[in-house]
């Protein structure tokens, strides 16, 4: 498993889940918040695959979230 921590300031909440829901066929996804960040668990069937899938979330979610206008 490999925890990201988004800050709140950079990713908007709704991307992150936007992200999420587009990757949820290569891994599994758990989402908590903290005051500062969204906490992602990302596990998926191998670490390589894990990588990835939570650098690829990573992306997705900041792409989105500068396309929609910032956080």
Request: charged share 30%.
């Amino acid at each position: 498993m490999i925890e990201l921590r988004l800050h709140r300031e950079l990713y908007r909440g709704e991307c992150v889940d936007e992200a999420m829901k587009a990757l949820g066929a290569y891994a599994a996804f758990e989402r908590a918040e903290e005051p500062a960040h969204w906490v992602v668990r990302v596990t998926a069937a191998s670490p390589e695959r894990e990588r990835r899938v939570a650098g690829e979330l990573g992306n997705r979610a900041l792409g989105l979230t500068v396309k929609r206008g910032g956080a």
